[in-house]
């Protein structure tokens, strides 16, 4: 019995070491996977040399530092290919200069074939109180558009004033042949004005410079408002602003008297200058700031060029305050005022100062200056205040 149970439990040792065997053998697979493992640093050596080929290193010199080859020569520098990509830059207040050039060119060729002769003719021929009279007609009729445009301007005073000089000449200037008004008692002198100025006066700039055939140098500021200014009278009155029997002899005269009072001008600016159409562009843009500055009471920009050529009536003359008054094309210069404006205005209302006794060395008691006794000359007349 004893032997029996002994055999008993030799067989289940047995047979437990032979169930815990495959269990030792199941648990060898698993930590297979825990040393099978370590070959996992073979796939990222894989993956870093891609990742360096992206990112180099030091050793390997950047793609974007090679220098580019811009003018022919190998390693040209940046700098280099900025300046030859850099077109030629053009003045932006003349884009049209090559056809205004042209324009200008043809247009010169015909005034020293017709226009310029006729005009000097018509200068040497003609009295000088016949023109005179066809220049204050043909101005006179332009007052209604001065008045206007006083008006858009907010200028009542030169408005009123406007109106006073188209009555006076219109009735006792012999519908304005005379210019009856500019003489005392009236006092009332001429001014220019347009839809022009008016534009200008309200901060529309120039626009681009142009010179066309039968108008000259403009702009295109200046072009809508000298057609504004054509186009006022017709249309407000109609006959015989309308009529070609008017139209075409008041142009033509206008056309004359203008180039013969602009005779000695054309030559300064065309015959002496290096560049004609260029001097003639900045005289013609000079004097139109000049008179938006009037209007706006600043005092005008130095002259230029060609200034002292301009006839005396269309030059810069000062008013009774100081500022100046680019008197209107072909204006006669008011009576008092004809003077350069170079020569600052007379004050006759300032006492005359005496001679300081110090500027005197002496070396005994002062004694009191003699009085001048001679009659001082007689002080140019003082002009009406101007009512702005």
């Known amino acids: 019995m004893l032997a029996f149970t002994t055999a008993t439990m030799i067989a289940a040792l047995s047979g437990s070491v032979a169930d815990a065997l495959p269990m030792t053998q199941v648990t060898t697979p698993v930590e297979m996977p825990a040393t099978t493992s370590t070959p996992t640093p073979t796939p990222a050596s894989t993956i870093t040399p891609a990742q360096d080929q992206t990112r180099p290193t030091g050793a390997v010199p950047p793609v974007a530092t090679k220098p580019r080859q811009t003018s022919g020569r190998a390693g040209a520098p940046n700098a280099a290919s900025d300046i030859v990509v850099v077109g030629r830059k053009r003045d932006p207040g003349d884009p049209l200069r090559s056809v205004n050039a042209q324009a200008f060119g043809a247009t010169q060729a015909v005034d020293k074939a017709v226009v310029g002769p006729v005009a000097r003719v018509y200068q040497r021929k003609v009295p000088s109180p016949i023109r005179r009279g066809i220049h204050n007609f043909l101005y006179n009729l332009r007052e209604p558009i001065v008045?206007?445009?006083?008006?858009?301007?907010?200028?009542?005073?030169?408005?009123?004033?406007?109106?006073?000089?188209?009555?006076?000449?219109?009735?006792?200037?012999?519908?304005?042949?005379?210019?009856?008004?500019?003489?005392?008692?009236?006092?009332?002198p001429r001014r220019s004005n347009g839809f022009a100025n008016t534009l200008g006066y309200h901060g529309v700039k120039n626009g681009p410079f142009l010179f066309l055939p039968l108008v000259g140098p403009t702009t295109v500021r200046d072009l809508v408002g000298g057609t504004l200014d054509r186009l006022l009278l017709p249309a407000a009155v109609g006959s015989p602003f309308t009529d070609t029997s008017y139209t075409a002899p008041a142009g033509v005269l206008g056309a004359l008297d203008h180039r013969a009072d602009f005779d000695e001008t054309l030559k300064c600016l065309h015959d002496d200058a290096s560049d004609p159409y260029a001097s003639s562009r900045a005289f013609y843009l000079h004097r139109r700031q000049a008179e938006i500055?009037?209007?706006?009471?600043?005092?005008?920009?130095?002259?230029?060029?060609?200034?002292?050529?301009?006839?005396?009536?269309?030059?810069?003359?000062?008013?009774?305050d100081g500022t100046v008054d680019p008197t209107p094309v072909g204006a006669p210069p008011p009576v008092p005022l004809a003077v350069p404006p170079a020569v600052p205005p007379a004050a006759p209302l300032t006492a005359p100062t005496a001679v300081p006794s110090a500027a005197v060395p002496s070396s005994g008691p002062t004694e009191p200056a003699p009085v001048d006794q001679t009659v001082p000359a007689d002080p140019a007349p003082v002009p009406a205040p101007e009512i702005r």
């Open 147 to 188: 008045f206007v445009n006083f008006l858009l301007q907010f200028k009542p005073g030169k408005a009123a004033e406007t109106v006073g000089r188209f009555l006076v000449n219109t009735t006792a200037g012999i519908g304005g042949v005379l210019d009856v008004a500019k003489k005392r008692p009236f006092r009332l």
């Open 293 to 320: 500055d009037h209007l706006h009471r600043r005092p005008p920009a130095p002259a230029p060029f060609c200034e002292d050529a301009l006839p005396a009536t269309r030059r810069l003359t000062p008013n009774s």
